[in-house]
């Protein structure tokens, strides 16, 4: 375990007035230490490393993967933001991944500080450049607790973004016909 977080950790929780001992925090330092590396275990690591095997199928159509559960830090206050990402794609000459390898590299990319608007675009640019795939589209929905528990907005409140590349750049014919295929009308449970 990385030792000078541990002590950061400790140092900083007492410079906030917490007396650890007195209030059975001893170890609050390292399973703090333990949880963010965790966290941020996406941080540094390539997104080609999620894809392996691509296979070439022969599909020209539109792959959608709908809900895939993320979650992630905002990089100005540290706490959490979740909810869920939809993706699509339009495969190159048919090759397509395996669909839980989309669900690795959300999980990748949100393993690091981020902004929201960010990941959406990470994904995207992902999908854009390692399937060479002829159009993506990503949208998040996704609570913020920094707002939240600040009390700039209710609890539930959600943030949608979006991004596309290719043939299914945000307003385009193709986008539209996506959201009506992903049942839009639908309510999306965060």
């Keep these: 375990m990385n030792e000078q977080a541990i002590r950061a950790c400790r140092e900083f929780l007492t410079a906030l007035g917490l007396d650890l001992q007195k209030m059975d925090m001893e170890r609050t330092p390292e399973r703090v230490t333990a949880l963010y590396e965790t966290l941020f275990a996406g941080v540094g690591r390539d997104t080609r490393s999620v894809w392996g095997e691509v296979f070439s199928s022969g599909y020209t159509g539109t792959v959608m993967v709908r809900r895939l559960r993320f979650y992630s ?3 100005h206050h ?9 993706i699509a794609y ?5 090759q397509v991944a395996g669909l839980s390898k989309l669900e690795a590299l959300v999980k990748l990319l949100s393993r690091r500080p981020q902004l929201q608007e960010r990941l959406t675009e990470d994904i995207a640019a992902a999908i854009a450049r390692d399937l060479a795939a002829d159009g993506v589209w990503v949208r998040l929905q996704a609570e913020h607790l920094c707002m939240t528990m600040k009390g700039e907005s209710a609890a539930g409140t959600r943030i ?5 590349r290719g043939a299914l750049v945000p307003g385009s014919e193709e986008e539209a016909r996506i959201l009506v295929r992903m049942g839009e009308t639908d309510e999306t449970k965060v």
């Design 78 to 86: 540290l706490l959490p933001f979740f909810g869920t990402a939809d």
């Design 73 to 75: 830090l905002c990089e």
């Design 160 to 164: 949608t973004t979006v991004a596309g």
């Design 90 to 94: 339009v495969p190159h000459e048919g």
